[in-house]
């Protein structure tokens, strides 16, 4: 990868790469990281492994294989694969042949699962790199919806930061029924890697508020690389609505949405919410897909006033990782806690 190092995604950490259960034991499935390409497969034990999707005997993708004995088998001449990427077998080899394959061996890529989702760190180093969120309460119904930007890893990440955009974007009316501007004032405290808006009482009450019953607290996480953290309780009844954000090849980004709960009752509204949340989320792909057209044609952003101080904080985070990361040093969070205020 070329360019400046603070406008790429960043190496070595973690990034959500499905949901759990669309890996299923004894097979296959190529997934893109940036410009890395990945072979995840699950063993019939369960556990995960991610390997370059690349044979080394002639570059063959081996997500197009099938897994055989616990084994990945290349469909161009057969080339066995352990999980752990040693090569395991060559069929063509006569009996004769002293060809030694010991070294030859696939690149390895560290695997999570959590909270019904699966993460790669691209990178050797993920013990330094931001924890894999999980949720910390017993849930009982999950909803996942993966979409593809056609925008940068940052402008997708900003999206999450940007309070101003919501009256803009996200006017649905089960979202956002009032369609005046008001002044917010928020606190925040810099948290691992990253920012949190402590939590508040919600005053809008937008239908999936209500939905609670209660007047809920909501806590709003930022962290490093592109994760967003919405957690919303209202006594015993928790939900969570995270968000997340992965390269993908060619500049493009995945955005990822994970709502878990723990009310029974919500199970029942699942195939309401899907279509709801898919339009939620397409209403960011639209607008950061023509946007990104126009920081292509010139890359420069003005952030201004406090409603774009997040979005100053998410760049100092990304600065402050990249020089820890080259100097070995650890990992400093520059944030001061502070009142942000904004009409949105
Ligand atoms: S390319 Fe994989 S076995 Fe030949
Ligand atoms: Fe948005």
Redo the contacts with the bound molecule.
């Keep these: 990868m070329t360019g400046d190092p603070l406008r790429r995604a960043l190496d070595d950490v973690w990034y959500c790469v499905g949901e759990s259960r669309s890996f299923r034991p004894g097979r296959l499935r190529a997934v893109r990281l940036g410009e890395e390409a990945i072979v995840v497969g699950r063993e019939e034990s369960g556990a995960l492994f991610a390997l370059r999707d690349r044979?080394p005997?002639?570059?063959?993708a081996?997500s197009a294989g099938r897994m055989v004995d616990g084994a990945i088998v290349?469909p161009?001449?057969?080339?066995q694969f352990r999980p752990d990427g040693a090569c395991a077998a060559i069929p063509a080899l006569a009996r004769r042949d002293d060809a030694n394959f010991a070294s030859v061996r696939l690149a390895r890529f560290a695997v999570a699962e959590k909270s019904g989702l699966v993460w790669i760190a691209a990178g050797p180093d993920p013990e330094a790199a931001p924890p894999v969120p999980e949720v910390d309460f017993a849930y009982c119904g999950q909803l996942v919806e993966i979409l593809e930007v056609e925008a940068s890893f940052d402008l997708v990440a900003l999206s999450f930061v940007d309070p101003a955009h919501v009256a803009y974007v996200h006017d649905s009316w089960w979202w956002r029924p009032s369609k005046t501007l008001k002044e917010k004032v928020k606190h925040f405290a810099p948290s691992p890697y990253g920012f949190t808006m402590t939590s508040h009482t919600a005053k809008t009450a937008s239908l999936v508020y209500r939905l609670l019953g209660a007047v809920p607290e909501v806590e709003i996480e930022f962290r490093l690389p592109g994760v967003r953290l919405e957690r919303i309780t209202a006594g015993h009844k928790r939900l969570a609505n995270y968000t997340f954000a992965s390269p993908l090849p060619d500049g493009r980004t995945a955005l990822i949405n994970a709502m878990y709960w723990n009310l029974p009752v919500l199970n029942a509204l699942k195939p309401l919410a899907r279509p709801l949340m898919r339009q939620f989320l397409g209403q960011d792909r639209d607008v950061l897909q023509v946007a990104q057209r126009g920081l292509d044609r010139k890359p420069a952003m003005v952030l201004m006033g406090e409603s774009d101080v997040q979005s100053q904080w998410y760049f100092s985070l990304k600065r402050e990782f990249l020089r820890a990361r080259e100097t070995g040093g650890a990992f400093v969070n520059p944030l001061a806690p502070r009142e942000l205020r904004w009409r949105s």
């Design positions: 044979c005997h002639r570059g063959m081996l290349c161009f001449h057969g080339w």
